[in-house]
């Protein structure tokens, strides 16, 4: 009897173990299946949230490209047309002294004409220097030589108030570039550097060779591994603030007054630069001064060939 009495204690303790076990996977199941349907809703709220943020995402590209257009152009237009209204003015007026009869005076309305056609011509040039479609007069040149030339020219311009320093490396590798587009962007440079310390200063301009690899820039642009010139205009003077630092470059942006700059000085260079196969960075900081350093590749001649 007590044999019995066990084996029958011992069916309905495993009948209970199974009916539990039965009820768990019951349980287990629906355990997992309202799990995946949370996942899965928590999957569609998250493909909606990605949906949204990159149509947020391009609407901010859009108006940001839309702004840059509008930039450009408002300020390509008013610049043509200050220049326009000069060449126009000035024609009229030469009709009037024409058919006046005053041949004399209407030599001066032809000069402000000309003028005023040479700026639009020299705007024309810097567009297209800073889209990279201005033709490049490449030569061999000396970096060292060219900044040399500019010492005097700008020594009668930077006023008493601006202490000018060259530091010229020693062995500077030769570059191939448009002489008068280097000069133009050097020129720029040092009158921006002057303009930014009106009550005195130091201007240093340097030159050294310099390999660049990939990390060595912090440009948008891909940085092509080499040996390269660096030209290096530096001041202390008011430096800029984030905010402007970070327009420095955009076509037309410029902090001057009106009429005192078109804003194309950076762009141009920025241009030039990557025409040139080299690159441009500017480190700037408010009270402390800019540096900028225009980067271009070292020219290697070719075998039989001298330097120029």
């Known amino acids: 009897m007590a044999i019995k009495s066990s084996r029958r204690r011992q069916r309905l303790q495993a009948n209970a173990t199974r009916q539990a076990l039965l009820e768990l996977n019951e349980t287990l199941e629906e355990r997992v299946a309202e799990r995946t349907r949370e996942l899965a809703e928590a999957n569609q709220q998250l493909q909606r949230e990605m949906q949204e ?43 009037r002294y024409i058919t006046a009869g005053r041949i004399d005076e209407v030599q001066r309305f032809a000069d402000t004409a000309v003028n005023s056609a040479q700026r639009a011509a020299a705007l024309t040039n810097r567009l297209l220097t800073f889209s990279r479609r201005q033709s490049l007069d490449r030569k061999p040149l000396d970096p060292n030589q060219l900044v040399r030339s500019l010492q005097t020219l700008f020594s009668s311009t930077k006023g008493t108030h601006i202490d000018l320093i060259l530091e010229l490396g020693q062995n500077i590798w030769p570059v191939n570039t448009d002489t008068g587009q280097l000069e133009s962007a050097l020129l720029n440079l040092m009158i921006n550097a002057r303009d930014a310390m009106p ?3 130091t201007l240093v301009v340097k030159t050294a060779n310099q390999y660049l690899d990939a990390s060595d820039l912090g440009t948008l642009e891909s940085v092509s591994s080499g040996d390269y010139v660096m030209l290096e205009v530096r001041d202390n003077g008011s430096g800029m603030t984030p905010q402007i630092l970070a ?27 990557q025409q040139s196969g080299g690159h441009v960075s500017i480190n700037s900081k408010s009270g402390c001064g800019t540096r900028v350093c225009l980067y271009l590749p070292r020219y290697h001649c070719l075998p039989g060939k001298t330097q120029a």
């Open 53 to 95: 943020r990159e149509r947020a995402e391009e609407a901010l590209r859009h108006a940001q490209k839309m702004e840059a257009v509008g930039q450009l152009t408002g300020g390509i237009a008013h610049d043509f047309n200050n220049m326009l209204t000069g060449i126009i003015t000035s024609l009229d007026l030469m009709k």
């Open 199 to 201: 009550d005195g200063g």
């Open 247 to 273: 327009k420095a470059f955009d076509p037309f942006f410029t902090t001057k007054p009106v009429g005192l700059g078109t804003g194309l000085g950076l762009s141009m260079i920025y241009g030039f630069a």
